[in-house]
């Protein structure tokens, strides 16, 4: 796991230096070291120049440093991620003449790459994102991992000077981007506003930034030697839910978290209590490894899995280490836990926290449970949203308009009465619910929408407007190409895994994790785990809905089922509480800041009174809902950007 930047433009000094200002910008990525290079230039002095930040996982040596020359091809790579298949094609080159110089995966990508050309990524099973150049076409190949675990980033220069002039430069954060200075005055992205108001975070393939986009999850981009794309594919797509042979689930949980556990340096499991880290830390002690589990408690008991995760860790046999964030501790590190995250999202802190605490116990690499509720329908969604598909079915003979009507009544009458903000709650979405009929996209956004299209409306400043369903248009497309289905629940499925995962959890985790330079790896998040589970049927998937009793047969075999009999609650920070007992007196100044409001694309007026309604209690104002807006004004704050 590190950070990776690249330019390509003129081979000059203000270049280099724009390099080395990424490559500080992202120390904590990789503090194990720093190297860059830059291609022969051609005759007109344009070339390509590359920067990586090592965090030494595997092959702790010189000889895995990057970027890395292949002696073979001559490509050049850099390198984000870890491939945990890497083993099992490096027998397979050295079987085929091939010799290498590291021990570590990024050799063995490379040859790969250099042997194969760019089909090769679809052999690689792990979380990755690379540039790879090959100087006998001066191309550069751009790729991300299957589900995007890895960050990549992209800006294409709107005008290219003659004299030290470049026409795109990448990086694995924004916030490099934004250090490199070449950007010239750099805007936020009125779209990127719309998209936290609706969703609390920034969705893709756009930034905060305008401008800069991020490479699509499971994508091959190739740029010529002026920056222009000549070749793009997605090379992976969830796969469709057909019968297929093979390990079966078990064993195909079991293989991917042992080829998550390559590592030459200490390694731990996140351990919140649940199923799914529960299955994670399960099958890491069988596969016969001594196993350090760690867990965040709290002072809160309503808040505190401690006690759980303390059983299972002596049920599955770990080394046990249990770590209280108080409200103090908490506040003491908040502006860092918010400084860690590389766009706007009220998600993320609580990551921030347990690889802080991972980190300070001496592991470099964790493993997390994340990814069971998306394959195995663990969330509520997975029983709203069809049971909205279902009436609208059954109503499909019925005026639109009488149906949206009755559903405003009933709204009304349990939503309760409107004060500073009309309430937000689950019933007062019911209107928009009903309108949206039978489309799985637009009800799965309006179940997770933060707030409704009419107050959206008002937060927004004069000049942004909303987003249709909170996505921009390229991404909407996206997801109902590959969420079309006759099963609602796999629809849902898709849906979970490409936006409340792909767009929010991996981007936030990745994020927090490496602030304090500590590699997260995700098992249940792996493109051949998740052809499995599309191969085991939907009833054997999804049912009883909201139980993942598939995972739960798969992931804690030897264990005594009653330790995971308990309500779903998962790893969260009590912000509620802390919010209203302090931290909101900290929050108070910059929610009622006019022009810090104005500068974020916001309406001060309406971030006014969502922050008073909120501290009075209002109906459906949860804290993720002031905490989204919080997040965005002082990440436009700190940056320097506005609309």
């Not at 916001?602 to 969502?610: E, F, S």
């Amino acid at each position: 796991m590190c950070g990776i930047a690249g330019i390509i433009g003129k081979i000059t000094g203000r270049n280099r230096g724009a390099l080395a200002r990424m490559g500080r910008a992202m120390r904590h990525r990789g503090p194990d070291g720093e190297h860059a290079w830059e291609s022969t230039p051609d005759a007109n002095g344009d070339g390509v120049l590359l920067v990586h930040r090592r965090l030494s996982i595997l092959d702790l040596s010189t000889c895995a440093d990057q970027p890395m020359t292949d002696p073979v091809g001559g490509q050049t790579i850099v390198f984000n991620g870890e491939i945990y298949n890497y083993a099992i094609l490096r027998e397979e080159l050295l079987r085929g003449g091939q010799s290498f110089a590291s021990t570590g995966d990024t050799a063995v990508m490379l040859r790969a790459l250099a042997l194969q050309g760019d089909e090769a990524v679809e052999r690689l099973r792990g979380m990755f994102a690379f540039a790879l150049f090959d100087p006998a076409t001066r191309r550069l190949t751009l790729a991300r991992d299957p589900h995007g675990i890895k960050p990549l980033y992209v800006c294409f220069a709107r005008d290219v000077d003659g004299d030290g002039g470049w026409s795109v430069v990448f990086a694995s954060e924004v916030r490099a981007l934004l250090a490199s200075g070449l950007i010239p005055s750099p805007r936020v992205d009125p779209g990127a506003v719309a998209s936290v108001v609706w969703n609390g975070f920034v969705t893709g393939p756009n930034t905060i930034v305008r401008g800069v986009s991020s490479v699509w999850p499971g994508e091959v981009v190739t740029l010529d030697r002026g920056g222009e794309v000549v070749g793009r594919r997605t090379y992976w797509s969830i796969p469709e839910a057909k019968p297929r042979s093979g390990l079966g689930l078990a064993g195909a949980i079991g293989e991917s978290v042992k080829l998550h556990l390559c590592s030459d340096v200490p390694l731990g499991v996140f351990l919140s209590g649940g199923v799914d880290s529960g299955s994670v830390a399960n099958h890491a002690r069988r596969a016969g490894n001594n196993v350090d589990t760690f867990t965040l408690a709290f002072e809160e008991q309503e808040f505190n899995e401690g006690e759980f995760a303390k059983s299972i860790a002596a049920a599955v046999g770990t080394r046990h280490h249990e770590i209280v964030l108080t409200e103090p501790a908490f506040v003491a590190d908040l502006d860092a836990a918010c400084d860690c995250l590389d766009q706007p999202s009220f998600d993320g802190i609580n990551s921030y926290y347990m690889s802080k605490a991972v980190r300070d116990a001496g592991m470099k690499v964790a493993l997390v449970g994340t990814g069971g509720d998306e394959l195995f329908g663990g969330y509520r969604s997975f029983r709203e949203v069809p049971r909205l598909a279902k009436l609208a079915r059954r109503t499909r003979m019925a005026p639109a308009a009488l149906k949206v009507l009755g559903a405003r009544l009933v709204a009304r009458f349990l939503a309760g009465a409107g004060g500073p903000v009309t309430p937000q709650t689950r019933w007062a979405k019911l209107p928009d619910m009903i309108a949206a009929g039978e489309d799985v996209l637009a009800l799965y956004q309006m179940a997770y929408a933060l707030f409704l299209p009419t107050f959206q409306r008002e937060l927004l400043a004069d000049g942004i407007d909303p987003l249709p369903l909170g996505l921009p248009l390229a991404l909407e497309e996206r997801l109902r190409r590959e969420s079309r289905s006759d099963s609602v629940l796999r629809s849902i499925s898709v849906l979970e895994q490409r936006l409340f995962l792909g767009e929010r959890l991996l981007r936030d985790s990745d994020a927090a994790s490496m602030a304090v330079s500590i590699e997260t790896r995700l098992p249940l998040v792996d493109a051949t785990l998740t052809a499995a589970a599309a191969g085991i049927g939907e009833e054997a998937r999804y049912w009883p809905v909201g139980r993942k009793q598939a995972l739960r047969d798969a992931g804690l075999i030897g264990l005594d089922p009653q330790l995971f009999e308990r309500p779903k609650s998962g790893f969260v920070i009590p912000f509620d509480r802390w919010i209203r007992a302090g931290l909101g007196a900290s929050m108070d100044e910059l929610m009622n800041d006019a022009p810090a409001a104005r500068a974020a694309g916001l309406n001060p007026a309406a971030v006014g009174r969502l922050w008073a309604a909120y501290r009075a209690g209002g109906p459906g104002l949860y804290w993720s809902r002031v905490w989204s807006m919080y997040a965005l004004m002082r990440y436009c704050r700190v940056h320097g950007l506005s609309v």
